[in-house]
């Protein structure tokens, strides 16, 4: 690959990014501030908020804070509106937030799947359509970033809830580049991989995570083939995909973690088959045991063991 030899910055660029009181979020926050956007900060947690504003606002950027919880729309418009009159524009939205309720389907409750679907696919989709909106007025073009998993990428045992957002996501991100093309607005997903609280859930990371803290430094294994970094790893991207450099890039899935960078492809069909007058049960079978189980994917991430 050629080197780049220019920086890439966001001066003048004004970003939202919710739930951006600690771990990736305050990463995203405080890496597009020091590129010179002036950010929004999300958090439904006052101290954590105004400690990413004192961090972006400590080093002479510009920063504010909303405390409030993604979802609602007004939540969605306060955020909005205080980019609009705390710094005079948006250009750059990082729907971020999000919550764990994992529990196998058997005893997964309603109120556990509703509060992913609330965070995650709700709030994304408030927000989104609000600075869309104000977007749109300002006829500048813009910015729209959406945070998948690869748990929606590949399935995940105990996160029917939240599997299904981040797929859902990505398919929100896909649809939106096709109707805020006209407006110079790209939508797009990030699939982040990184040593997080959430991480910590999964019973291969937790002892990764709880070494990490304790010493900082994490393998190269799991940084190469297991694309696990920092928070900080990951924020690189989102500079990238919030500036003028990414103009032509919209409707993709990018994955970023460790020392790895994935463009995930889009859905396509494995194989057609035709039969005259339709199928019926028994050459379906038929199909399906001379031709088309041969390619039938399993469920679940990569086997990286």
Partial sequence: MTPSTEVVRLDGRVAIVTGSGRSLGRAYALALADAGAAVVVNDVDPVTAAET???ITSTGGRAVAVVAPVGPASTAEALVDAALTQFGR???????????????LWKMSDEDFDAVVDTHLRGTFTCGRAAA?????????GRIVVIGSPAGQFGSFGQTNYAAVKAGL????????LELARAGITANAVIPTALSPMTATIPAY????????ATGEIPR???SSHALGTPEDVAPLLVWLASERSAHVTGQAIGIGGDRLTLYAHPSALRTLDHDGGWSAERID???????GALAQTSGPPDLS
Avoid: H, K
């Fill in 53 to 55: 504003v004192a961090a």
């Fill in 90 to 104: 948006l250009d750059v939205l990082i729907a971020n937030a999000g919550v764990l309720r994992d529990r196998v």
């Fill in 206 to 213: 937790t002892q990764v995570y709880e070494d990490f803290l």
């Fill in 133 to 141: 909106i104000a977007m749109r007025e300002q006829g500048d073009g």
């Fill in 221 to 223: 294994e799991y940084r």
């Fill in 286 to 292: 038929e199909a399906w045991r001379d031709d088309l």
């Fill in 170 to 177: 990505v398919a929100m991100a896909r649809t939106w580049s």
